[in-house]
């Protein structure tokens, strides 16, 4: 209604303030943990702000979010992992083996030496002690679903910095077509953001053109 309506008098006022300070400018954004996507996104991840990263099958965006999933808890960021693609245990394995620099083919296979089997042990129970990163493998799952469990999230902690969705298109809203549920999707994601004042990243397989 009318009442929402505001002049850009405060809205001004926090742009001053933060002019006037690069620390405050600073802390608004997240630094992914990927220098080059950082350099990209002037600085790293903006608050109240939904990224879709786009590319075709197989070129890494997985691994790429689990990099910066791991970079943000470890720096001491709440962030909630919704991964509708691997199971949360495939989620850390990856983050460990990564983190310990141990093939994961590898080390599925059997061919890990007893060493780098015990460096990505290390590195997982390292990883199972921190209660600021919140993995959600169920599903089938709606974007109004994520909504609800972050809005939970940070009414309990009082934070959350980042949410990653993984990924878009199995999320499981319903439309008329394909292009009306993702835009549905997106909608609501860019809803979360704004509401709770956190990052939201998700990873889309693009669509296959007809031919």
Request: aromatic share 4%; with cysteine.
């Amino acid at each position: 209604g009318a009442e929402r309506l505001n002049t850009a008098r405060a809205a001004a006022s926090e742009v001053i303030d933060l002019a006037l300070d690069p620390a405050k400018i600073s802390a608004t954004f997240l630094p992914c943990g990927i220098p080059a996507v950082d350099a990209t996104l002037g600085g790293g991840l903006d608050a109240g702000t939904l990224t879709v990263l786009m590319s075709r099958p197989s070129v890494g965006k997985t691994a790429a979010l689990c990099q910066m999933a791991d970079g943000i808890t470890e720096r001491g960021q709440v962030a909630a992992v919704f991964s509708k693609e691997m199971t949360g245990r495939q989620w850390v394995f990856r983050m460990a083996c990564r983190r310990a620099r141990v093939s994961f083919l590898e080390l599925r296979q059997g061919r890990a030496s007893n060493d780098q089997r015990a460096a990505v042990v290390r590195e997982a129970a390292e990883i199972g002690e921190r209660d600021n990163l919140l993995i959600d493998d169920h599903t089938p799952q709606t974007s109004g679903d994520v909504l609800a469990a972050c809005e939970a999230v940070k009414a309990r902690r009082g934070r959350l910095d980042y949410v990653l969705v993984d990924h878009l298109r199995l999320l499981s809203d319903t439309g008329d077509n394909e292009t009306h549920r993702l835009g549905a999707v997106s909608w609501n994601l860019k809803q979360l953001a704004k509401r709770t004042g956190t990052r939201v990243e998700n990873h889309r397989q693009p669509q296959r053109r007809q031919r």
